[in-house]
């Protein structure tokens, strides 16, 4: 079959970082600058741009200063994350927070990672609620929680039309909240028709799909039917239980196989972008791994004769579909 030639990868920074944990609580890692993970980065020529993290990497005082050091090093701002998860005012929620003054808060993050996309150049912001939700019953009044996050994310879409940057919305079912609103691909789609904007659309982290219990295949093919609403992807791997951030391909390689063909199939043009935490790993040499996995996957895609896979597929045969995997990917 046809594979993209010109695909790029990515990273996140909090890959290269301390990698701490509730029981480590200074991490598994020693500290580094945002130059030293930077330039470690960049020794991988594979990595052509990086997902920064609002206030983690970066912020209004530092946005400058962080986008010398990229340029310095020759590599991309594919997308920035807004910060409505890490600050104690978020500890009941965002912009859900019966709080007046987290929501304002929360608002203002928003709108503040549009401004440093700008910045950096990059025509992308992550919206990731993962402290609105709830985690008893009776908690929240579920339509006035789901209409904040609506109306943040169209109001966000509007002012991010106006410097041509797009809205992309990550979804997760939980941690830390025990049920997060925006916990899945239908579930976020629901919320970008909801809001009606063109730039508005579906970030899939594999990991998160896993826990929400998706085919994240199938969430590939929603998203294409929604109207061509993937705009962004994490990859990395999990047992489904837990949001473990494992390198790619490492527990579940078949539906990673079936995931980078669902890929080409829709004509996803984003980068691919790793999203681990390698607590006890090497993370050089995990996302380097990661890396070739993907490679590898899909130069053995691009062996297969596509009609092959389309007759597979018309057919519904689990059996030859079985035996394709083991014929091309098990030699």
Known sequence: MKIRENIEFGTTIALWAQCPDRFLSQGYKGSSTFEDKIKLISKNKDFKGVDLYGDWDVNRDNVDEVKEILEKYNLKTYIVTADVNSL???GRGSIASPIKESRELGYKK?????????????DMVNLWFGQDGYDYPFQIDYIWGWQQVINTISDAADYAAEKNIKIALEYKPREPRTHIFTASAAKMLFAAERAGKDNVGILIDTGHGYTAGENISESVAICQLAGD????????????????????????????????????KVNYGGPIVLDMFPFREDAYDASKESVDFIKRVRQLLSEIDEEEIKALLKEQNGTKSIRMLRKYFLK
């Open 88 to 90: 104690p005012e978020f």
């Open 110 to 122: 928003v709108m503040e990672a549009i401004d440093l996309a700008e910045i950096l150049n990059s």
């Open 229 to 264: 609403k993937l705009f962004y992807v994490h990859v990395n791997d999990n047992y489904k239980v837990w949001d473990d951030d494992m390198m790619v391909g490492s527990i579940h390689p078949f539906e990673m196989i079936e995931f980078m063909y669902w890929l080409e």
